[in-house]
């Protein structure tokens, strides 16, 4: 005979199958909830027992929520929202941020400018521990789990709550033996002569735009090369073995500028439209901000500036969030 379930016995079930719910995938949810996706199928199973009913639809290529697994995960997401900010208030009492920090970031940004900090941040705050997830997939926060996005974007999805870590700009460089051997441009329209590295996009074909910083005049170049590619690191390397002329965000470029393997190309000329001019930290909304993601945050505004993440600039305004 089996034994009939407590309830009590079945509160992380339940937060099992809202997870799933809100995840898509076992896969999914068990990186949420960092257990083995065996364990996710065998708490579902579990309380599929103790419900009597059919809870998720199992396909080999998708999972489901039948209509009482939509209502019991319905009725009880309310309450295991308020659950968690409420331990999330209550671990803020404490005088340090402590806990797990699950952290996105794309791939060029978060080897050359989050990963190099990262080591200060847990040395200030020992109690904290984070998981730093490099794609540069745009993750949905609230399905795949994470508590931070660090996005180098033009805007950021109004369902979400986002602050400016600081300004960023993007700049056109070559070697001087790449610029002895094939000239300088004096103008954006001088590109169409020389080898452009381009980041490679679906559209195919590349146009870099430019505004005068004098005022007034912008222009339009469509540009074309021997090399292209979808990651800045990788263009700043091609560009660095004077293959030609790369346009690149200033956190890839900052450090071979410092150092003069690069030089800036038109400097007298904004690029506009190409890569983002802002870096922004992106968090799923809550009443209650964790302290491990405000410090993180604080701690990237100071940080990133003084680092030279950003080629000039100084730290943006601080937004609330």
């Excluded at 027992?49 to 019991?72: D, F, H, I, K, Y």
């Excluded at 050359?112 to 040395?123: K, N, R, V």
């Excluded at 870096?279 to 799923?284: D, G, K, S, W």
């Amino acid at each position: 005979m089996t034994r009939t379930r407590r309830l009590e016995d079945l509160w992380s079930h339940i937060h099992c199958l809202g997870v799933l719910a809100n995840t898509g995938s076992f896969t999914a949810a068990a990186r949420r909830l960092q257990i083995s996706k065996a364990s996710v199928s065998q708490r579902i199973a579990e309380l599929e027992q103790a419900a009597g009913v059919p809870l998720v639809r199992r396909t080999t290529r998708s999972v489901s929520l039948t209509e009482a697994g939509q209502r019991l995960a319905g009725q009880t997401a309310e309450a295991y929202l308020r659950i968690e900010e409420g331990f999330s208030a209550v671990r803020d009492l404490s005088d340090a941020p402590r806990g797990v920090l699950s952290v996105t970031a794309p791939v060029a940004l978060g080897r050359q400018i989050i990963a190099p900090l990262i080591p200060g941040f847990l040395s200030r705050f020992p109690d904290v521990r984070i998981q730093l997830e490099l794609s540069d997939h745009l993750a949905s926060l609230a399905t795949e789990g994470f508590d931070l996005a660090i996005r180098h974007v033009a805007g950021v999805p109004e369902t979400h709550v986002a602050s400016v870590i600081c300004e960023t700009r993007s700049v056109l460089v070559a070697t001087p033996a790449y610029l002895s051997k094939h000239g300088t441009p004096r103008n954006p329209i001088d590109l169409a002569g020389h080898n452009c590295l381009h980041y490679l996009r679906r559209s195919g074909g590349a146009t870099w735009s430019f505004e005068s910083r004098a005022g007034g005049k912008s222009v339009a170049v469509p540009v074309s090369g021997s090399f292209t590619a979808n990651n800045s690191e990788v263009l700043r390397e091609a560009a660095a073995g004077s293959l030609g002329i790369a346009l690149l965000p200033d956190f890839s470029a900052g450090e071979a500028l410092r150092s003069g393997v690069l030089v800036e190309v038109l400097p007298a000329w904004r690029v506009v439209g190409d890569y983002a001019e802002r870096l922004y930290a992106v968090r799923p909304y809550t009443a209650r901000v964790p302290r491990t993601v405000s410090s993180f945050v604080s701690f990237l505004r100071d940080a990133i500036p003084a680092f030279g993440g950003a080629e000039g600039p100084a730290p943006a305004q601080r937004s609330r969030g």
